[in-house]
């Protein structure tokens, strides 16, 4: 299954924007974790976005900044937002203010609270009616947004926008999934390669013989790697920052393996 | 597209249990609606309740790692996989393509969030700690992936895995994706469905919005006054036609997903997105609109929802062809509403009838499209479904007689 990459957006401590993070990622720049701003997500109008959680703000903004570099329009693209845990600040409001006597809940923070709220948020502010799917597979989340999106892909003859996306809850339910990090990361897809295309992706679905998972190198990238489901898209993205050809071992489920060709598409 | 087989379909909900009891209730009018008894929910309005969930954990030997899935919404999947055979379909699936070619792609809005509305309410009074066996336990109940990894160790399966969270779209969704596998060739076939339980947060959500029914709700009626919430799980086991088409099966023939762009909890105005996933799903199964006997509406019973479909609905089919909700018989059952509404299609075209819409005495004059009150004893070949979610995501099945 072939798909090719137009466009890449990134945030994350230490990778704030893709032309930076290529390269860190390319090792032609030392990486260092620093905490990054809060994303300006200027796609949003000012009164959705003085609303909006932090999680629609980091998806869309790595989502526009992919659309900007694919020089596409956001109306025409189908989407899937991958996230493992959804909207878990909003969901502590209201689960805190659920377990108050008073049970008053904000009709706002409810339609917020949903999983595809940055989908919904994405789709309304570019005006955008095309298909648009919000999926979780726990800490497979990204490798299933991108069997998703590559299906659609190949099937649909049509270019998708993925954006992968994970931040760590608030406390108390840090507790229940520490994540490290927050971690945003936005492919477009498309069927056939352009002028802009970046790299070419062949994918394939294996059955999982032992660990092969590619990791990272760098010990601070592999820890957010290992610790932001979003994140395990770094080794993808490491491969398409640099300008040879590699194979990419995504672990799937416990069971399987994408294999990911890249082939660079510019010299 | 080319057709995929329901080779074994089944649903529990309000109704009850299993193809025969959903039949025999649309068949006989009853509704699977009563007045909120959820918890100590404090809002006048009704449920459709799932009885017994509360005393049935999931269990099973240690080695099979099932205990720790235990929640209302994984209770209420495991009540699913054991009507009409359908785990055994699933499991003969498994030996006839091999674990990794069989895919589980579920629909939920909230999964097991009801797990962590009753850790708010033990949280350490001292640190705000939430317990322990909460913590330990998230990832098997509230994490959105739960319902999937349940189905999928409980039946052994080991292909491609999803859930799919799209609000009430959720489950009609998993159809399309679970299509698109098959034909990428990233499995043989696919567990699709979908699992929304009761809980608080959807009950107190609808209730700020105000968008609850006080009684059964009423779609399409003059009078309607909103929504009734409801739960159910419902599975398809979906493959190829070669393999598995006997003449007569139920199949998917098409999908058609959109999204409105417009608002999170209100409509299009015009119905554009609507418009586009019944669009869709009829070119994709290259129906014209003629060709479709029954439209089973998304009928929420909203002011909103039922006027926009009703435009929608005429605006791709005229004002002739029949359609209703039977969101008076379940409730609105959320992400599982695309599955649940999809088994009900199903039954149409095998037993040959077109259920009316419960409790609606007088259909609103304002619509245009032919809703049907009383339900009809006439062949069907053709269903189209109809689920719209918050976000403004949309999808239209169709499935017909292979």
């Known amino acids: ?102 049970r008053v809940v904000s009709p706002t923070l409810f339609h917020q609270s949903v999983h595809n709220a940055a989908a919904g948020y ?34 649909e003859e049509k270019t998708v926008l993925l954006v992968a996306y994970d931040l760590p809850p608030p406390i108390p339910l840090y507790a229940a999934r520490p994540l490290h990090g927050g971690y945003a990361v936005a492919l477009v897809l498309t069927p056939h390669r352009s002028r802009r295309s970046v790299v070419q992706l062949d994918l394939a679905l294996q059955v999982r013989a032992s660990d092969t998972d590619t990791r990272m190198l760098d010990p601070a990238l592999e820890a957010l790697r290992c610790g932001n489901p979003a994140a395990r ?35 | 597209m080319a ?24 068949r006989d009018r009853r509704s699977g609606l009563r007045p909120c008894d959820f918890e100590d929910v404090a809002i006048k309005t009704y449920i459709g309740r799932v009885e017994g969930l509360e005393d049935v954990p999931v269990g099973g030997p240690p080695s099979k790692g099932l205990a720790q899935f235990d929640c209302r919404n994984n209770r209420l999947a495991l009540l699913g996989l054991q009507q009409d055979g359908f785990a055994s379909a699933a499991l003969e699936a498994r030996e006839r393509y091999g674990a990794h070619r069989v895919a589980v792609i579920l629909g939920s809005s909230t999964s097991g ?59 009609a969704k998993a159809f399309a994706t679970a299509a698109r596998f098959i034909e990428a060739g990233f499995c043989d076939a696919a567990v699709v469905g979908g699992v929304d339980s009761l809980c608080q947060t959807i009950l107190y959500g609808f209730a700020s919005l105000e968008l609850l029914a006080c009684g059964p709700c009423r779609p399409c009626d003059e009078e309607r006054d909103g929504l009734t919430l409801g ?62 006997d029954y439209i089973n509406l998304h009928g929420t019973a909203t002011r909103a929802n039922d006027g926009i479909e ?42 040959s009838f077109v259920p009316g819409t419960l409790n609606t005495t007088r259909v609103d004059s304002s619509l245009r499209s032919h809703v049907l009150l009383e339900s009809q004893e006439q062949p069907v070949r053709r269903v189209l479904s109809n689920i719209f979610g918050f976000g403004g995501n949309n999808c239209s099945v169709i499935l017909g007689l292979f």
């Open chain 2, 310 to 351: 009703d435009k929608a609905v005429t605006s791709v089919f005229g004002p002739s062809t029949p359609c209703s909700s039977t969101k008076g018989w379940t409730g609105h059952t959320l992400g599982a509403a695309g599955i649940t509404e999809a088994v009900i299609a199903a039954l149409c075209l095998t037993r």
């Open chain 2, 231 to 292: 739960e159910s799980a419902g599975f398809a086991l979906l493959e190829k036609s070669g393999r598995a088409g006997p003449p007569g099966a139920v199949a998917l023939l098409g999908y058609g997903e959109s999204s409105d762009g417009y608002h999170m909890s209100h409509p299009h105005p015009e119905g554009a997105g609507a418009i586009g996933a019944m669009q869709g799903a009829l070119r994709r199964s290259g129906l014209q609109p003629g060709d479709i």
């Open chain 2, 3 to 26: 057709p995929l087989i329901l080779s074994r379909y089944t649903v529990v909900s309000a109704l009850g249990k299993g193809l025969d009891e959903t039949y025999r209730a649309l």
């Open chain 1, 122 to 155: 994405w789709s309304i502010a570019t005006r955008c009616q095309q298909s648009s799917t919000a999926l979780s597979c726990y800490d497979w989340s990204f490798g299933s947004g991108l069997l998703e999106a590559a299906a659609y892909v190949c099937t």
């Open chain 2, 113 to 171: 969030i009801l797990e962590t509305e009753h850790a708010y309410r033990h949280r350490d009074p001292a640190t705000g700690a939430l317990p322990a066996s909460y913590l330990t336990g998230h990832r098997y109940t509230h994490n959105m992936f739960s319902v999937a990894h349940f189905v999928r160790t409980y039946l052994g399966l080991r292909g491609p895995a999803m859930v799919i969270s799209t609000a009430c779209s959720s489950s």
């Open chain 1, 233 to 267: 898209a770094l080794p993808l993205c490491s491969a398409i920052a640099k300008t040879h050809p590699a194979q990419v071992h995504l672990d799937y489920l416990e069971d399987q393996s994408i294999v990911i060709g890249v082939e660079p598409c510019r010299s």
């Open chain 1, 1 to 102: 299954m072939r798909v090719y990459v137009d466009g890449m957006g990134m945030l994350g401590p230490g990778l704030v924007g893709w032309e930076p993070s290529r390269l860190i990622l390319a090792g032609d720049v030392g990486y260092h974790e620093t905490p990054p701003p809060d994303p300006p997500a200027s796609v949003l109008p000012p009164n959705e976005r003085r609303r909006s959680s932090d999680c629609v703000r980091w998806a869309v903004h790595v989502a526009q900044e992919a659309i900007e570099q694919a020089e596409t329009d956001p109306k025409t693209l189908a989407t899937v937002f991958a996230c493992s845990d959804g909207e878990m600040g909003i969901l502590n409001q209201l689960c805190t203010t659920l377990a108050m006597s008073e």
